[in-house]
């Protein structure tokens, strides 16, 4: 097993994560399921394939009809502190301490504590992020910006640790071999450093699982969780995670994650721009699933999102499961009294009941100054902790329903917007962060994928824009990418370094232009040399520690 040296600066922080015991546990979780995790995303290549080579569609599988018959089962209650979670904060990157500790001193009742979409996974990151994890879990995290202490961990909002998604390795972690998956990683350091005292304090482990495909990785999962548990000691079901349903494959086998994850369950989350990626990502190549300008024509009104919205709600309570929104990435202004401010407001509230009337039993904000505002909006418009008891027996949903495109086409506003966006996400990854402010609202790589998704596909099928009929070709997008780079440089509070923008707008290039759609832009970037040799620190020569027990 190899480990690389401590970034600079985190020597001590690196010493208390990578103990003799936790390297041992991760080397054995890690070698015990590499083989499994491998199944799993060759089956993801393979099911694209299938779809491609037949031309079909998915619908809800024959073959597993007898999970969705059985009326009787249900997942396991969770915990007190789940049942009443109106709303999470979204995106928090654990690594920024300020605002980690800030959510710890928020009213929110959860904290989505991420290291995926709202994160940079650089090692620098990894470590910091972590460690600063394990230091609130024992509560050793003290605010040096405000005169607020920082509450107990069983008083503080409940940390919703999201691990990295499948599709990502750490290249600081060798483990026989091989590349470490960045998820087993982070899951594995946090379960093995604060799993049991999360328990021991009524506060967890609880989880957020990004970017599933099938309910055969909510399977590989649920085996992790009870190996963990085992190894922990600590009972079954005590791990609790949350699906993040934002992938359009999943959308068909709800339930049977579901089961797979009966005893370890806190239920689906919806996630409007990965899903909606990844159409263009599954079908994209076709013209049937044209996904047309999201700026103007896509939102959780239309029907194919609120399809989905209403099936997961449905599904969730039919199963006892607790039903999660999306998240509000508007930022409100600073002034109160300022008339944006209320315009903010108004917008997010509009959209966030919304999903109270759909049945929604929580959803996330970026803003901390939305918690108490979407707070009361849930007490004024439900009764109880949660809306487990709205069965939304209305509902019906086809397979028509949830793979319905909206109609509409491509303004060149909405083209410029996307490519703005994926431009400055690469800027930012180059930089070491994993979102950016743009435009009053917070960016992260779940709105990198649908703007890069689009870019690409507008290309592929040569698609003429609403303004003026000029075609989205190569040369017009290379020669908006060119009037972005000046705009940002010269305009763009968001970009106070700007030496990255000219690198970070060729690889934005490169990725819209491929033959064939890479299918996550944050593996295309983790494995790209320009990001690694950005990220040089911990990057040296590599330290060999040597694991003795009985399986080597």
Same mark, same amino acid.
């Given at each position: 097993?190899?480990?690389?040296?401590?970034?600079?600066?985190?020597?001590?922080?690196?010493?208390?994560?990578?103990?003799?015991?936790?390297?041992?546990?991760?080397?054995?979780?890690?070698?015990?399921?590499?083989?499994?995790?491998?199944?799993?995303?060759?089956?993801?290549?393979?099911?694209?394939?299938?779809?491609?080579?037949?031309?079909?569609?998915?619908?809800?599988?024959?073959?597993?009809?007898?999970?969705?018959?059985?009326?009787?089962?249900?997942?396991?209650?969770?915990?007190?502190?789940?049942?009443?979670?109106?709303?999470?904060?979204?995106?928090?990157?654990?690594?920024?301490?300020?605002?980690?500790?800030?959510?710890?001193?928020?009213?929110?009742?959860?904290?989505?504590?991420?290291?995926?979409?709202?994160?940079?996974?650089?090692?620098?990151?990894?470590?910091?992020?972590?460690?600063?994890?394990?230091?609130?879990?024992?509560?050793?995290?003290?605010?040096?910006?405000?005169?607020?202490?920082?509450?107990?961990?069983?008083?503080?909002?409940?940390?919703?640790?999201?691990?990295?998604? !499948?599709?990502?390795?750490?290249?600081?972690?060798?483990?026989?071999?091989?590349?470490?998956?960045?998820?087993?990683?982070?899951?594995?350091?946090?379960?093995?450093?604060?799993?049991?005292?999360?328990?021991?304090?009524?506060?967890?482990?609880?989880?957020?699982?990004?970017?599933?495909?099938?309910?055969?990785?909510?399977?590989? !999962?649920?085996?992790?969780?009870?190996?963990?548990?085992?190894?922990?000691?600590?009972?079954?079901?005590?791990?609790?995670?949350?699906?993040?349903?934002?992938?359009?494959?999943?959308?068909?086998?709800?339930?049977?994650?579901?089961?797979?994850?009966?005893?370890?369950?806190?239920?689906?989350?919806?996630?409007? !721009?990965?899903?909606?990626?990844?159409?263009?990502?599954?079908?994209?190549?076709?013209?049937?699933?044209?996904?047309?300008?999201?700026?103007?024509?896509?939102?959780?009104?239309?029907?194919?999102?609120?399809?989905?919205?209403?099936?997961?709600?449905?599904?969730?309570?039919?199963?006892?499961?607790?039903?999660?929104?999306?998240?509000?990435?508007?930022?409100?202004?600073?002034?109160?009294?300022?008339?944006?401010?209320?315009?903010?407001?108004?917008?997010?509230?509009?959209?966030?009941?919304?999903?109270?009337?759909?049945?929604?039993?929580?959803?996330?904000?970026?803003?901390?100054?939305?918690?108490?505002?979407?707070?009361?909006?849930?007490?004024?418009?439900?009764?109880?902790?949660?809306?487990?008891?709205?069965?939304?027996?209305?509902?019906?949903?086809?397979?028509?329903?949830?793979?319905?495109?909206?109609?509409?086409?491509?303004?060149?506003?909405?083209?410029?917007?996307?490519?703005?966006?994926?431009?400055?996400?690469?800027?930012? !990854?180059?930089?070491?962060?994993?979102?950016?402010?743009?435009?009053?609202?917070?960016?992260?790589?779940?709105?990198?994928?649908?703007?890069?998704?689009?870019?690409?596909?507008?290309?592929?099928?040569?698609?003429?824009?609403?303004?003026?009929?000029?075609?989205?070709?190569?040369?017009?997008?290379?020669?908006?990418?060119?009037?972005?780079?000046?705009?940002?440089?010269?305009?763009?509070?968001?970009?106070?370094?700007?030496?990255?923008?000219?690198?970070?707008?060729?690889?934005?290039?490169?990725?819209?232009?491929?033959?064939?759609?890479?299918?996550?832009?944050?593996?295309?970037?983790?494995?790209?040399?320009?990001?690694?040799?950005?990220?040089?620190?911990?990057?040296?020569?590599?330290?060999?520690?040597?694991?003795?027990?009985?399986?080597?």
């Amino acid at each position: 097993m190899e480990v690389s040296p401590p970034p600079s600066g985190l020597e001590a922080e690196y010493e208390s994560l990578f103990t003799a015991d936790s390297l041992l546990f991760l080397h054995e979780l890690i070698s015990t399921f590499a083989e499994e995790v491998d199944e799993v995303l060759w089956l993801r290549v393979s099911r694209k394939a299938h779809l491609d080579l037949s031309g079909g569609l998915p619908s809800f599988l024959e073959h597993t009809a007898h999970i969705r018959r059985d009326a009787a089962w249900r997942v396991m209650p969770v915990p007190p502190r789940l049942q009443r979670r109106h709303v999470d904060i979204g995106d928090l990157a654990p690594c920024n301490t300020q605002h980690f500790i800030k959510a710890l001193q928020s009213p929110a009742q959860g904290i989505q504590v991420d290291f995926d979409d709202g994160n940079c996974p650089t090692f620098y990151n990894q470590v910091k992020g972590i460690h600063n994890v394990l230091r609130a879990v024992y509560n050793q995290l003290h605010s040096e910006w405000v005169s607020l202490d920082v509450p107990h961990i069983s008083q503080a909002p409940v940390l919703m640790l999201r691990p990295r998604a !499948w599709n990502m390795v750490e290249h600081n972690m060798m483990v026989e071999g091989r590349e470490a998956p960045g998820p087993l990683f982070d899951f594995g350091l946090l379960m093995f450093h604060c799993g049991r005292t999360l328990f021991e304090n009524k506060s967890g482990p609880f989880l957020y699982l990004s970017k599933v495909e099938s309910f055969m990785e909510a399977r590989l !999962w649920n085996k992790i969780f009870v190996w963990t548990q085992q190894k922990l000691g600590l009972p079954l079901g005590s791990i609790k995670a949350s699906v993040l349903i934002e992938n359009v494959l999943t959308a068909f086998e709800m339930e049977e994650i579901l089961y797979e994850l009966r005893h370890h369950s806190a239920g689906l989350n919806c996630g409007l !721009w990965d899903y909606s990626a990844s159409f263009v990502s599954k079908f994209g190549h076709r013209q049937a699933f044209l996904l047309p300008d999201r700026r103007k024509y896509v939102n959780m009104e239309k029907r194919f999102l609120r399809s989905y919205m209403d099936l997961l709600v449905q599904t969730c309570h039919r199963r006892g499961a607790l039903a999660t929104g999306g998240m509000a990435a508007l930022l409100l202004p600073q002034d109160q009294l300022h008339e944006s401010y209320k315009t903010v407001l108004a917008a997010v509230t509009r959209l966030k009941l919304l999903e109270i009337k759909a049945g929604v039993d929580g959803f996330m904000v970026y803003d901390l100054g939305l918690i108490e505002p979407m707070q009361k909006l849930f007490q004024l418009h439900t009764d109880g902790d949660n809306q487990l008891h709205c069965l939304r027996n209305d509902v019906t949903v086809t397979p028509e329903d949830l793979l319905s495109m909206p109609s509409g086409g491509v303004t060149l506003y909405g083209l410029k917007y996307n490519i703005t966006v994926g431009v400055l996400f690469i800027n930012a !990854w180059l930089s070491g962060n994993g979102l950016f402010f743009y435009r009053g609202q917070v960016e992260d790589s779940a709105t990198a994928e649908i703007s890069r998704s689009q870019v690409w596909q507008w290309i592929r099928h040569q698609i003429q824009l609403e303004d003026d009929s000029r075609v989205v070709s190569r040369r017009l997008v290379a020669e908006l990418t060119e009037e972005v780079k000046v705009e940002l440089s010269s305009v763009c509070p968001s970009v106070r370094d700007k030496r990255n923008l000219p690198t970070a707008a060729d690889m934005f290039l490169e990725v819209v232009l491929k033959r064939d759609f890479p299918e996550f832009i944050t593996t295309y970037l983790n494995q790209d040399h320009t990001f690694l040799s950005s990220q040089s620190t911990g990057q040296v020569e590599a330290l060999d520690i040597h694991i003795h027990h009985p399986k080597l």
